[in-house]
Structures are given as structure tokens and as C-alpha cells.
């Protein structure tokens, strides 16, 4: 069964802290996203990459980076975390898909950050 | 740059009635993906329609695309209390963002609450 795993369900951090989340995924898929995800806001994309130390920017990259080493794993990192950055983190990977063609994502079950 | 916006945002059914959603967007799509949302976790995808489909089932699921109109429904036949969640469109809006990767951008769901 396919699999997106993300490393934490629930974190809790202090504002100006350096925070990783991780995400990894065994189905071999190229392409890796990092979403946030707030009531009335819906899921706005921060970064994603379509392959190993690629990335590209998402709509909302400020305040955040991103590290894809290796294939399988691909780690969001806020370097001085603030309060507005309190939310719900969504990691999603698909396989390349051709340019007419959209793949599905698959999600991780997320993980619920709040910077106090 | 919000892509898919999904009526009504909030729905309430009984048990056994059809559940409406609607969904949409502003420009040119390749595709159009619903996906549905337990709350407090991860996205699980429901079904991909083609620019070209006009309509599509799996199981219960209906899904209707209209280019035309820029819309999408999604029709949830006999519904279940296990079918209450929230229920997102997202469209690539036709961006080619790098080797096999469109990106997908998301709207605000529509919360559906199915009473026992």
C-alpha cells in the first residue's frame, strides 16, 4: 500500500526556533509538495520539487525552505518560527506525470504545528 | 493565486440522500481532481476528470466537468454517515512548472455533513 508518512502528527515549538518537518514516501514518485493548510484559507502551496535538490516555489514560500537530499524524503524547514506560521502542515508526493497529463496526489496525515 | 472554489462551503444531509458539491475555476485546465478531507487529516484523492471528459463515475461518485461554464459537480449517490468530511476540487490551471509537474492549486472545500 502506498505510502506518505510524515514525522510528526503534533508539534508544539517556541517562536524563533529552527523546525523540521519531514515527509517520506515509498512509492518512488518524483514529485514532492509541502502545503499549509488554515480555516477559511484552504491549502496553499510553500514549495515542491520534481526531483532530487530541485525545488521551486509555491505561492507562499516566504518564512520557509526546503531540502530534497535524497529521493524518498523531502523536509520543510521554517528557520525562525513565528505564530503565524501555526497551522496544518500537508507533505504530498506524485509520480512525473507527461505535460498534458496531471497525476494524483497522495498526503501524508499531516502535522498539526503551533508556535507559542 | 486561488484556482477552484467549491459551493456551498458547508452541507447537511440525512443518511440515504444525494450530496451536491460544486466547484469553479478560472482559467484553462488540463485537469480537474476531487479529493476528500477526514477532519484533522490528510487528503485522500476521489477521482481525476480529463478537459476532455465531459463525465466520470467510480462507485458512488459522479463527476461532471463543463469547460464551458468553468464548473465541476460532484454528486455523492445514497450517502453514508462514514461520507462526512470535507471535499475539495483542485485544478493545474494549466501551469507547466518544471519536468512533469503541474502545479495543483486548491479550493476552500466544502465541509458535508451526513446525519445518521
Known amino acids: 500500500d502506498v505510502k506518505v508518512t510524515q514525522s510528526s502528527r503534533y508539534l508544539v515549538k517556541r517562536t524563533g526556533e529552527k523546525v523540521f518537518l519531514e515527509c517520506v514516501q515509498d512509492m518512488d514518485h518524483e514529485n514532492m509538495f509541502w502545503y499549509r493548510q488554515d480555516p477559511g484559507l484552504g491549502l496553499r502551496l510553500i514549495y515542491f520539487?520534481?526531483?532530487?535538490?530541485?525545488?521551486e516555489k509555491g505561492d507562499i514560500p516566504e518564512g520557509y525552505s526546503v531540502s530534497r537530499e535524497k529521493k524518498e524524503r523531502f523536509s520543510l524547514i521554517l528557520e525562525s518560527a513565528s505564530t503565524n506560521q501555526t497551522s496544518m502542515y500537508l507533505c504530498a508526493s506524485s509520480r512525473l506525470a507527461d505535460k498534458t497529463l496531471n497525476e494524483k496526489l497522495f498526503f501524508g496525515s499531516g502535522t498539526q504545528l503551533s508556535v507559542l | 493565486s486561488q484556482q477552484g472554489e467549491e459551493d456551498p462551503q458547508a452541507l447537511s444531509i440525512q443518511e440515504g440522500e444525494n450530496a451536491t458539491m460544486n466547484c469553479s475555476y478560472k482559467?484553462?485546465?488540463?485537469?480537474l481532481q476531487w479529493y476528500r478531507q477526514n477532519s484533522g487529516r490528510g487528503l485522500v484523492h476521489l477521482i481525476l476528470?480529463?478537459?476532455?471528459?465531459r463525465e466520470k463515475h467510480s462507485g458512488r461518485l459522479r463527476v461532471t466537468l463543463d469547460t464551458s461554464k468553468k464548473s465541476s459537480s460532484l454528486l455523492i449517490t445514497a450517502s453514508r454517515a462514514a461520507d462526512t468530511a470535507s471535499y475539495f476540487c483542485a485544478t493545474d490551471a494549466g501551469l507547466y512548472s518544471g519536468a512533469g509537474s503541474y502545479q495543483l492549486t486548491f479550493g476552500k472545500g466544502t465541509k458535508l455533513s451526513v446525519i445518521p
Open positions: 482559467t484553462s485546465i488540463n485537469n
Open positions: 520539487s520534481y526531483d532530487v535538490k530541485m525545488k
Open positions: 476528470i480529463r478537459s476532455n471528459e
